[in-house]
């Protein structure tokens, strides 16, 4: 038996405590869908009887659930905990925390993102179905009726995030991997949080819309080719529009900061 394994073996392991227990049964219980989104878990002294654990032991389990943003507990209510749905900024800030340990820049995050995204595009052009393709034109209509109904007065900065958010999200989300639209809108959540903190500040609602009208014209075209099937030209379209996109998005110089700066 070498060092490195005697090491191991001599090393102690910890039983997990009673609240790390419960968390991960009702953990479990809402990841299958046995507790879904909106629902009230059982009160707690049903839970106390059920677990057979003391109160504080209880209430500690309901924090792990409530950091990792799996419900929410209302204070002096006499309903008990209300479940949530799993937030993507939750993993988000998980992930950023490590990329930060690696060094990684919000430019890193956004390539990575890039490279998933574009894959997200090429998948959603063998699989998308009509409701897919009417999905993403109601959202190009929403957008172009936002710039056109402009006029002389500010492009609402708000709207245009939200609409250009769900169009990525869509690609995404269609795309039939779940692994990737997941990996992928964790990567977007971090982005948008460089964008709410530093973009948007400086976002000019005010200049000509011909840059707002070529977004919209891209995200056209991606729909036409998503529509016609045409997989490896979604992908490159997607791609290219993502890095001159990215040339807007971090025009602020500050992409080569780690990503831990947006979470501070």
């Not at 209880?58 to 792990?64: G, I, P, Q």
């Not at 209302?74 to 900024?89: I, K, N, T, Y």
């Not at 950023?96 to 956004?110: E, F, K, N, P, S």
Request: hydrophobic share 40%; proline share 3%.
């Amino acid at each position: 038996m070498s060092a490195a394994q005697g090491s191991q073996v001599g090393q102690v392991v910890r039983p997990p405590k009673a609240a790390e227990l419960i968390a991960a049964q009702l953990r479990r219980r809402i990841v299958l869908g046995e507790l879904t989104p909106g629902e009230t878990l059982p009160p707690e002294n049903q839970l106390l009887e059920q677990f057979g654990v003391s109160r504080p032991t209880l209430r500690e389990a309901f924090r792990v659930l409530e950091t990792e943003m799996l419900i929410n507990v209302r204070h002096g209510s006499r309903d008990g905990a209300q479940v949530l749905s799993p937030d993507f900024s939750v993993a988000a800030r998980h992930v950023g925390l490590l990329l930060q340990m690696r060094g990684a820049t919000v430019d890193d995050v956004y390539e990575a993102r890039t490279v998933a995204e574009s894959a997200c595009a090429r998948l959603l052009a063998k699989r998308r179905t009509k409701q897919d393709i009417t999905d993403l034109n109601e959202v190009v209509a929403e957008l172009r009726s936002a710039v056109e109904s402009k006029g002389d007065a500010e492009l609402d900065a708000v709207l245009w995030t939200r609409l250009t958010y769900r169009f990525h999200e869509l690609v995404m989300e269609r795309s039939g991997n779940k692994t990737l639209a997941v990996q992928g809108a964790v990567l977007q959540e971090i982005v948008a949080t460089h964008f709410e903190m530093r973009v948007a500040r400086n976002f000019d609602s005010t200049e000509s819309p011909e840059r707002f009208r070529r977004a919209i014209k891209a995200y056209g075209r991606l729909v036409a080719l998503v529509e016609a099937r045409d997989a490896d030209g979604a992908e490159r379209h997607w791609r290219n529009h993502m890095k001159v996109a990215g040339t807007y998005l971090l025009r602020d110089g500050l992409g080569d900061k780690t990503v831990v700066d947006l979470f501070s």
